[in-house]
């Protein structure tokens, strides 16, 4: 199942396009989306990730998320998540991508923290300073749930930042970034924060449900569905 922030649909058609050199591709791929796919959502339902998560002890429990520090978490590669989420919102801006006929409109979402995620993927940089990661994995390992992908894009409007989002395969990543980003979206930063916090959210479980519900009901492009 695949999802804009218009419509979703199940397709085999792959987002893809031609952008980067071999040598660029490969270090994208050894430093992050061979992990990632490996520790993501099976179809024979293994979710590596989550199962981490669920043997070790949260540090924190709301009523909808149970918080963990991924640093004391051995089986969670911090470095190979982040570098992973940086690279996917980093190649939504710099490039339109196609799925089948239709290409999105994530050019530029990065704004002018777009060269300081290059440096970061080349290894010239560590993450953005003005950047913080939150990284959440669903409590369902169903089909109607964590088999979704959600193309990057833009969320709701935030005072002092930018708000990036994708899902994909049982993980949610929300990016934000600027020079007045709030205190609390620091604190709990994958990367940099607390404990390099991730979380067991109900909640992502819900909002998936219903953009899922809500997206399927509108017609996609007719070249999707062919």
């Not at 990284?135 to 990036?164: M, N």
Request: aromatic fraction near 14%; proline fraction near 4%.
């Amino acid at each position: 199942m695949w999802s804009t922030s218009k419509f979703a649909l199940q397709t085999s058609n792959q987002t893809q396009d031609y952008l980067l050199c071999w040598d660029c591709e490969q270090r994208l791929r050894s430093n992050g989306e061979d992990w990632v796919m490996e520790n993501c959502w099976h179809r024979n339902g293994r979710f590596p990730l989550q199962q981490a998560l669920e043997a070790s002890k949260p540090e924190l429990l709301t009523q909808y998320a149970r918080l963990y520090r991924a640093c004391d978490i051995p089986a969670i590669r911090i470095d190979q998540l982040s570098y992973f989420a940086a690279s996917v919102f980093w190649r939504a801006s710099v490039h339109n991508w196609r799925t089948g006929k239709f290409r999105g409109n994530t050019k530029g979402m990065l704004g002018p923290y777009e060269e300081e995620f290059r440096k970061y993927l080349m290894g010239e940089t560590g993450f953005p300073e003005h950047a913080a990661l939150w990284v959440a994995v669903t409590v369902s390992k169903g089909l109607d749930i964590a088999a979704g992908v959600f193309e990057p894009a833009t969320s709701r409007p935030d005072p002092t930042c930018k708000v990036h989002k994708f899902f994909l395969l049982g993980i949610s990543f929300m990016l934000y970034v600027g020079k007045t980003i709030d205190a609390r979206y620091k604190t709990f930063c994958f990367v940099r924060g607390w404990g390099n916090c991730i979380g067991i959210q109900s909640i992502l479980d819900d909002a998936i449900a219903r953009m899922w519900h809500a997206r399927a009901s509108k017609n996609p492009p007719a070249e999707l569905t062919v």
